[in-house]
């Protein structure tokens, strides 16, 4: 059985700015769910990689690198109910 890690990675995104983030967050292949909402946070993105180390990589490397996000925090999902 092949094992995958998820995430949730919540973001604060510059006014105006969303929908220019949006759009690249899209292009990320291991992006399986990116929501706009409402409250703190501006967007949430669930991310499937194969461990840990490639969900540095997607986070340092390609999300953080994306103009108009403030902020990220990422929560390692634990544990799936459905």
């Known amino acids: 059985m ?3 890690v998820q995430a949730y990675i ?3 995104i510059e006014l105006g700015k969303t929908d220019t983030v949006v759009d690249k967050l899209r292009t990320i292949d291991e992006a399986i769910r990116v929501s706009i909402t409402t409250g703190i946070f501006d967007v949430i993105v669930l991310v ?3 461990d840990l180390e490639a969900l540095y990589d997607i986070t ?3 999300i953080h690198t994306i103009p108009g ?3 990220t925090t990422t929560a390692v999902i634990e544990k799936m109910m459905e």
């Open 2 to 4: 092949t094992k995958s």
């Open 10 to 12: 919540l973001m604060d």
């Open 48 to 50: 499937e990689v194969p």
């Open 60 to 62: 340092v490397h390609k």
């Open 69 to 71: 996000i403030k902020q």
